[in-house]
């Protein structure tokens, strides 16, 4: 079956830098799309970023465009958000999400058949 698991998740300062990780498992890899999504206490679910399963596109949420950076490496299975120049507005569990059929946009939680357990990230200023 498969399963989403992410890593990397921390306690930093504003202006730090973070790198989590997203692993899925039980299909192939380049059966996946992948997308990152985030939900802070009391607020909704919201997107980050993601990547089609050839890697050759990309799409961030405005907050996340210059600062954030999703890529994925077909050589460990992995796709990774690198996040820098963090702020206290970043705080919240990051969801990773994987997509077998939709490979474009993927701006949308209900476009996502897998989610993993969520990390936290929090930021102190």
């Known amino acids: 079956q498969v399963q989403v698991v992410e890593s990397g998740g921390g306690l930093v300062q504003a202006g730090d830098s973070l790198r989590l990780s997203c692993a899925p498992s039980?299909?192939?890899?380049?059966?996946?799309?992948i997308g990152w999504f985030r939900q802070a206490p009391g607020k909704e679910r919201e997107f980050v970023a993601s990547?089609?399963?050839?890697?050759?596109?990309?799409w961030y949420h405005d907050s996340a465009k210059g600062r954030f950076t999703i890529s994925r490496d077909s050589a460990k299975n992995t796709v990774t958000l690198q996040m820098n120049r963090l702020k206290s507005e970043d705080t919240a569990v990051y969801y990773c999400?994987?997509?077998?059929?939709?490979?474009?946009?993927?701006?949308?939680?209900?476009?996502?058949?897998?989610w993993g357990q969520g990390t936290q990230v929090s930021v102190s200023s």
């Open positions: 999400a994987a997509a077998l059929v939709i490979d474009y946009g993927l701006g949308y939680p209900e476009m996502y058949d897998y």
């Open positions: 990547i089609n399963r050839a890697g050759t596109s990309t």
């Open positions: 039980g299909r192939p890899f380049s059966d996946f799309a």
